[in-house]
Nanobody, 116 residues
């Protein structure tokens, strides 16, 4: 069973920065891709950033130019560097990992609150 543990959320003022971490219980290169998703209150979960095993990165339109996804294989961890935060970035951020033909795994989420 894959376990993902997010950390790094918190309260920050608009314009500030936060870095989220997602620690995996196994080698992150076992996954076809890993990503970060954002769920605002009352909204559906949506993709924020994604990185595949080859290193290709994709971003949601609302975060392009502000957020960066990167990884450290030696720590089995994927990060989300969030800059120029806006109040609409508030919500729970979830990490996921995908293995084709096997499944999708989710962490428990970490709360980010951006005050105006």
């Amino acid at each position: 069973q894959v376990h993902l543990v997010e950390s790094g959320g918190g309260l920050v003022q608009a314009g500030g920065s936060l870095t989220l971490s997602c620690a995996a219980s196994e080698n992150i290169f076992n996954f076809n891709a890993m990503g970060w998703f954002h769920q605002a209150p009352g909204e559906e979960r949506e993709l924020v950033a994604d990185i595949n095993v080859g290193g290709r990165r994709d971003y949601g339109d609302s975060v392009k130019g502000r957020f960066v996804i990167y990884r450290d294989g030696s720590k089995n961890t994927v990060y989300l560097q969030m800059n120029s935060l806006k109040p609409e970035d508030t919500g729970v951020y979830y990490c996921n990992a995908r293995i084709e033909g096997t499944g999708i795994y989710w962490g428990q989420g970490t709360q980010v609150t951006v005050s105006s």
